[in-house]
């Protein structure tokens, strides 16, 4: 299975910095098509530009977020049918900062997972837990809830094509990053979980780490054997940087 290696960019960069973006990067990641998989998540106003800037090159755009309902009104919000119309092919649902910050739950990321697969945008669902919930020993028992009740609902055979992201929030943006042993632990987890659900086909869905993600980490984080790529948050944001983590997934 190829590595998935996707920049999240959160509310970062601007619309207008997109093309410079693409013109740095793209050049240090033409050899990678067919070896890695490549992925960008840009902020909404910078997905027109995006689509447009990675059109007929090995990287692909995906959104941050988006509304479960397809249309009406929720002032402010994003639909599934919006983005797909923009030619925006992934989407990140259940990133901690939408559980965490916004106050999103188990059940509403289910609904924009369903909605995500009824569309045909190729969703990637975060779990991970606290820094608290780690100390406390829960951090299993917190991947198993958020696994059964925003994951596995969606049904086996959507299972099988949604691509799962393991974000311990203690590693997010705070420069720790769990080590490839402390992740591949959790990752082991996820997968068991899958396997239980899905049997033998868990073994074709993508876990990524992330968390810290950098150059210098990236590499040995990508040989466990249970961690199928990154979803990388500051350091995507500098193309030279995740131009080398894209290179240490190939
Ligand atoms: P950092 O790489 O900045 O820690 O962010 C990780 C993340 O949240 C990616 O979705």
Excluded at 22 to 30: D, H, I, K, S, T
Excluded at 102 to 126: F, M, N, Q, S
Aim: proline share 5%; hydrophobic share 45%.
């Amino acid at each position: 299975m190829k590595n998935l290696i996707a920049g999240n960019w959160k509310m970062n960069l601007l619309p207008g910095g997109v093309a410079g973006y693409a013109e740095r990067f793209l050049p240090q990641v033409r050899d990678l098509a067919g070896v890695v998989d490549l992925l960008v998540c840009p902020n909404f106003p910078a997905l027109a530009p995006a689509v447009e800037a990675f059109r007929n090159t090995p990287v692909a755009v995906g959104a941050q977020n988006m509304h479960q309902e397809l249309s009406g009104a929720h002032t402010g919000e994003v639909s599934g049918t919006m983005l797909h119309d923009l030619g925006v092919g992934w989407v990140i649902l259940g990133h901690s900062e939408r559980r965490h910050i916004y106050g999103e739950t188990d059940a509403l990321i289910l609904a924009k997972l369903k909605r995500a697969h009824e569309l045909g945008l190729r969703p990637i669902v975060c779990v991970g837990e606290l820094l608290e919930e780690r100390e406390r020993g829960e951090t299993e028992q917190v991947l198993r809830r958020q696994f059964a009740e925003s994951l596995a609902g969606v049904g086996s055979e959507l299972l099988e094509k949604t691509t799962v992201a393991y974000e311990p929030v203690w590693a997010i943006g705070t420069g720790k990053t769990a080590t490839p042993e402390t992740a591949q632990e959790a990752h082991r987890l996820l997968r068991n979980q899958l396997e239980e659900k899905i049997g033998t086909a868990a073994k074709g869905i993508r876990i990524l780490y992330g968390g810290s993600v950098k150059p210098e980490n990236a590499a040995e984080l990508l040989a466990q054997p249970d961690i199928n790529g990154a979803l990388v948050g500051g350091a995507s944001l500098d193309p030279d940087a995740f131009a080398a983590i894209a290179r240490a997934g190939a």
